[in-house]
């Protein structure tokens, strides 16, 4: 027998057999007084000797185990120094290759190294101990920190390529490109994600990045597809790519731009051999509006109780209580002291939006009853002679600390003294959110006699409460059936969501609402499948399906998706699967700060937490602006950093300065507005004829008139054309329509309250639909505002009306962006109602005299007590 550092080798007169140490084919049989060798080689011989004595067989499996620990050792060596080349290969790679080390090569070493330490724990067992200083040689080499030298070489490649593609970089867009955007087309990783500040050239990024892979071998043109979110970006970016590549020298080079729709499409075209039917109204956005209010009145007309309850949550539960033991949230008008109430259907001023919610319940049920102040009772029913005494608590229990200490004690003291005698039922906070005080009230009702008489046409007094309207309903379930399906919830999974709530949500509005949820979705899917057809969400996830299940594959080797902050969790995993494979990169593009499409089902997570959808993610940002001069960026970033929940970074501009960035401009009223728009572009007129203003790119001055709604357009002077058109290029567009475009000069003139912000841009009822959402106050409208003050490269101009100051325009003023003014330029001096904190405090004249009150009245009565006239600017009297 012959035992080498590799081999076992038995050779008899009639046979010669050799096993390697590693494998199996050595064993060793003891018997009782004797012991037998197997042998098994790879080419199939075996060798059996037997006749081995004890002490032989224990020194032969002393000398094995010795020759096998040193034959893993030194394969282990081996291992160790083929992986260490292997590492070193990447970093030359990125040297002499020029080519990114990708996440995705970093991780598959990694894990190899992970194996083979795992390899030798089993090594060092006490059985088999390895020789001293074995690992001397490569110890050093193997527990370096690789993925450091690895980023390291990374950035010696960009730093190095940013010299080698200069000419690239310089030729592809009109202008160069920055150093950060270069940046972000020569990072190749697996997945990139770029936060592109407004203005800061994402689609020459975009670009520029598809010339780069085709000219550096890391994609052909066929491989590479743009994602958009609607036909015209689509074709924006097809043709800014195609005049780069011409620019190049290469106009034969065709990448695919589509929307995330066309492309969904085609791959399930591909996959099936025919692409679904898309019916436009489950496309457009107005269209599925529409198409969904023909299937509600459907509903209707076919089921009285769906009708009951449609109509029950609009006028009952439509308006979201606010969270436990807080003041109102959305006062209704303020009383002459200056308290805030809330207006029920039947016009009553309560103090609460608990007992206004239960007052509407009453009114719409058909209950006769008496608000407040009825022997201590919150309600009185009189022809029950059942008294109702409702406490609002917080979640500990406990009265609000907003209300007064006679309040806090008041409920105690009345349960204690006026019950004597009387029928009465007491209901409170949580039984009110969880649904259980409406059982309560309904059953002593009925034991007293009275039976609820549920009547959707019952008459609304003029003066109540506005219920939530038809429209704004279904609204609200067009957009809670893009989540849904986005997020592919079925009625099961929704209803788990709805058991998850907290104790202290208003659980019984949202289990009302996922009711009527259920029936309208399932209108809304059969009226798809009598069309033989598929929404657009519904098509996203079918696409992402068939890649993910292999029943579906693509060329693509880089996807990019542009404007990803508006991306829904529909189209992000479509863009997950896209990338799935080995040896694919995806570039999303992107600013949080400019996500403003919720209600078409963007999810801001998307964004804000990208590597919880991708994984390992490399974030890159572009923070330099070529549009908004460096006051108006500090200004915007200001206002919408407020949102912690937002990704941080700060803007920095190349576009100077011509004159004043941001006005703030106040008229009497809001019919003046449309004059004051003339008088601004009449200014501007003057101030390009004198020279104060330069001609903008087309050599007239571009104006962008800007509204939160498209009725704001009638703000536009009707002859603007004749007046001013030898002068000015001016566009109106709703903000949401205006990402994307820029203008010299911006005016939004509806910055008023109640307008903008729009108090119903986040329904609670959302929240079942959608991951954790982003919970600061009014979180989307800001982004909203943000998305029109960048969309001017000079300035903006914001119109308000006294008394209506949008309080976005009174946070600026307060920060001292801006100084409010009159068109003439004088300061606006005046009083702010410290009750409602939006009208102001003007002077009027009544039967016993002049006096003071809000400018707001009679939605605000608030009076000033012994007020003299001569307290407050008389600049005031001019509203009406």
């Known amino acids: ?100 080390i990708s996440h995705e090569q970093q991780l598959a070493l990694l894990q190899q190294r992970q194996a083979i330490d795992a390899q030798q724990q089993a090594l060092r067992a006490p059985s088999s101990p390895l020789p001293a200083g074995a690992d001397a040689s490569c110890a050093e080499d193997w527990q370096a920190d690789w993925p450091a030298l690895w980023e390291q070489a990374n950035q010696h490649l960009a730093g190095a390529e940013l010299v080698h593609s200069r000419a690239l970089f310089e030729q592809v867009e009109s202008r160069p490109l920055s150093e950060e955007q270069a940046r972000a087309v020569i990072c190749f990783d697996n997945r990139v994600q770029v936060v592109a500040a407004a203005g800061s050239g994402k689609t020459s990024t975009m670009v520029a990045k598809a010339a780069y892979a085709i ?156 608000c407040a102040g009825a022997a201590g009772a919150d309600f009185h029913y009189p022809q029950a002679g059942l008294y109702h005494a409702h406490l609002q608590l917080d979640a500990d229990g406990q009265r609000p600390l907003h209300f007064s200490a006679r309040e806090q004690s008041l409920d105690w003291q009345h349960l204690g003294q006026h019950r004597q005698g009387k029928a009465w039922l007491e209901t409170d906070s949580q039984q009110l959110r969880s649904g259980q005080a409406f059982h309560m009230m309904a059953n002593a009702l009925q034991a007293a006699g009275i039976e609820l008489d549920p009547h959707p046409d019952r008459e609304l007094p003029a003066d109540g409460q506005a219920p939530l309207s038809d429209d704004a309903l279904i609204a609200l379930m067009r957009c809670f059936i893009t989540h849904a399906k986005s997020n592919a ?63 579906a594959s693509t060329p693509w080797t880089l996807v990019m998706a542009d404007e990803f902050q508006d991306a829904s969790r529909a189209r992000a995993r479509l ?26 089902g963007a999810d801001i997570s998307v964004m804000t937490r990208f590597a919880d959808y991708f994984g390992h993610g490399r974030v890159l940002q572009l923070q330099r ?92 002077p009707a002859d603007w054309q004749a007046r001013f058109g030898a002068w000015l290029e001016l566009r109106f567009a709703t903000i949401h329509r205006s990402k994307g475009a820029e203008a010299d000069v911006v005016i939004v003139p509806g910055l008023l309250a109640g307008s903008f912000p729009s108090q119903r841009a986040d329904d609670p009822a959302l929240a079942l639909a959608m991951p954790d959402g982003d919970t600061f106050p009014l979180a989307e409208e800001r982004r909203l505002f943000y998305v029109a003050l960048t969309r001017a490269r000079r300035q903006v101009v914001l119109l308000s009306v006294q008394g209506r100051n949008s309080p976005f325009l009174d946070e600026l003023v307060a920060d001292g962006a801006v100084q409010l003014t009159q068109l003439d330029g004088q300061a606006v001096n005046e009083q702010r ?31 000033p007590a012994q007020a003299r006239a001569s307290t407050y600017p008389h600049s005031a009297q001019a509203l009406p």
């Open 1 to 100: 027998m012959h035992l080498d550092d590799a081999h076992l080798t038995a050779i008899t007169p009639t046979a010669r057999c050799s096993v390697p140490l590693a494998s199996e084919g050595v064993r060793l049989d003891q018997g009782w007084l004797w012991a037998s060798l197997h042998l098994h080689s790879e080419d199939g011989r075996e060798l059996s000797l037997a006749g081995l004595s004890r002490r032989d067989a224990h020194q032969l499996q002393q000398l094995l185990d010795q020759a096998r620990a040193n034959a893993r050792q030194v394969h282990r060596q081996a291992a160790m120094r083929a992986w260490i080349d292997a590492a070193d290969a990447l970093c030359d790679q990125a040297v002499q290759q020029r080519r990114w």
């Open 215 to 370: 000219e550096r071998g890391i994609a052909q043109p066929g491989q590479i597809v743009m994602l958009a979110f609607n036909k015209e970006a689509a074709n924006e970016l097809q043709q800014r790519a195609q005049r780069a590549f011409a620019r190049l020298g290469q106009p034969h080079w065709q990448v695919q731009a589509a929307t995330f729709h066309a492309l969904g499409l085609q791959i399930i075209g591909q996959a099936r051999g025919r692409r679904p039917h898309v019916p436009a109204w489950a496309i457009d956005a107005q269209a599925g509006v529409e198409k969904l209010a023909e299937l509600v009145d459907t509903l209707k007309d076919r089921s009285e109780d769906f009708r009951t309850r449609w109509d029950m949550f609009r006028l009952v539960f439509g308006h979201a209580l606010p969270a436990p033991g807080t003041a109102l949230d959305h006062a209704d008008g303020h009383d002459r002291d200056g308290q805030p109430y809330a207006r029920t259907l039947r016009g009553e001023q309560l103090r609460s939006q608990e007992q206004c919610l239960i007052a509407n319940w009453l009114f719409y049920n058909g209950v006769d009853y008496q």
């Open 489 to 551: 919830l079925d009625r099961a999974a929704l209803q788990q969501r709805l058991s998850a709530l907290p104790g202290d949500d208003f659980a019984e509005r949202h289990r009302r609402f996922l009711e009527l949820a259920g029936s309208v979705i399932q209108a809304w899917d059969e009226a798809l499948a009598a069309e033989h057809g598929i929404d657009f969400e519904d098509m996203l996830n079918q696409a992402a399906t068939l890649l993910e299940s292999g029943q």
């Open 575 to 600: 863009c997950r699967a896209l990338a799935a494979a080995p040896h694919r990169y995806l570039f999303a593009v992107g600013d949080d700060w400019q996500s403003i499409n919720r209600f078409a």
């Open 625 to 716: 602006t070529f549009r908004c001069p460096q006051a108006l960026c500090d200004v915007a970033s200001r206002f919408v950093s407020k949102n912690p929940a937002q990704l941080t970074k700060q803007v920095h501009s190349s576009t100077p300065e011509h004159g004043p960035v941001l006005q703030a401009v106040q008229v009497a009223r809001r019919e003046q507005l449309a004059d004051a728009v003339g008088q601004l572009l009449t200014r501007l007129v003057m101030q390009l004829r004198s020279g104060q203003q330069a001609p903008g790119r087309a050599g007239k001055l571009q104006v962008f008139v800007l509204g939160r709604y498209n009725h704001e357009r009638t703000c536009i």
């Open 833 to 863: 109602c410290p009750a409602c904190g939006t009208g102001v405090l003007i002077l009027r004249s009544g039967p016993f005299g002049e006096f003071h009150s809000c400018s707001s009245y009679p939605r605000c009565a608030y009076k």
